[in-house]
């Protein structure tokens, strides 16, 4: 099994930045793909940026391309999601998966173990 605790959310406001963390703990080495997803009030988990296990191949959802920024520390087990320029429209929980599977996928059922989620709320 694999545990995932993300950190990092709060209360901005609209053009602030934030940086999200998420450290994996237990079967560790087992993991690939890892991924950002957000969940706003009334809607369906998006995907918001995605990692391969090297780093090299991240994806991001156009709504977040040039303001967001995945990275990945495989010798602490953790990623990361800078976040600059901050909307309003970017408020939702914000989750961390990881897979095991090699393969870049955007959707949450690609996705086999999920942390907890972190609040992110921008006002205007």
């Known amino acids: 099994q694999v545990q995932l605790v993300e950190s990092g959310g709060g209360l901005v406001q609209a053009g602030d930045s934030l940086r999200l963390s998420c450290a994996a703990s237990?079967?560790?080495?087992?993991?690939?793909?890892m991924g950002w997803f957000r969940q706003a009030p009334g809607k369906e988990r998006e995907v918001v940026a995605t990692?391969?296990?090297?780093?090299?191949?991240?994806y991001y959802v156009d709504s977040v391309k040039g303001r967001f920024t995945i990275s990945r520390d495989n010798a602490k087990n953790t990623i990361y999601l800078q976040m600059n320029s901050l909307k309003p429209a970017d408020t939702a929980v914000y989750y961390c998966?990881?897979?095991?599977?090699?393969?870049?996928?955007?959707?949450?059922?690609?996705?086999?173990?999920w942390g907890q989620g972190t609040q992110v709320t921008v006002s205007t």
């Open positions: 237990g079967r560790t080495f087992s993991i690939s793909m």
């Open positions: 990692i391969n296990r090297s780093g090299g191949n991240t």
């Open positions: 998966a990881a897979s095991e599977s090699v393969f870049t996928t955007t959707y949450p059922n690609g996705y086999k173990y």
